[in-house]
Nanobody, 117 residues
Framework: VRLVESGGGLVQPGGSLRLSCAAS????????MSWYRQAPGTARERVAG????????????DYADSVKGRFTISRDNTKNTVYLQMNSLKPEDTAVYYC???????WGQGTQVTVSS
């Protein structure tokens, strides 16, 4: 199981970034996926999740209150990739962002997002 995040960087407040997480080594479509973040000195926080491609709730999403309306999680099962579109970014969104596969309990290495003027 391998997860590789990309797309982080430095952005000004109010800006946007799109994070990607490329998955390999497992049947991607069968796993719910989440994005977490961790700022220095804080616990890792779940910011968004998307269900697997199976069942009546296929592709359903949920968000932390702190990002609702600004972040959008999506997945492309043909590319084995999950995305996090982040708009209207705030300095408090600064953190290392990680993707996670619920089926296998595995994490990527993370990508740094810094929101600063």
């Amino acid at each position: 199981v391998r997860l590789v995040e990309s797309g982080g960087g430095l952005v000004q407040p109010g800006g946007s970034l799109r994070l990607s997480c490329a998955a390999s080594g497992f049947t991607f479509s069968s796993s719910g996926m989440s994005w977490y973040r961790q700022a220095p000195g804080t616990a890792r926080e779940r910011v968004a999740g998307i269900s697997s491609a199976a069942g009546s709730a296929a592709g359903s999403t949920d968000y932390a209150d702190s990002v609702k309306g600004r972040f959008t999680i999506s997945r492309d099962n043909t590319k084995n990739t999950v995305y996090l579109q982040m708009n209207s970014l705030k300095p408090e969104d600064t953190a290392v962002y990680y993707c996670y596969t619920h089926r296998f309990g595995s994490w990527g290495q993370g990508t740094q997002v810094t929101v600063s003027s």
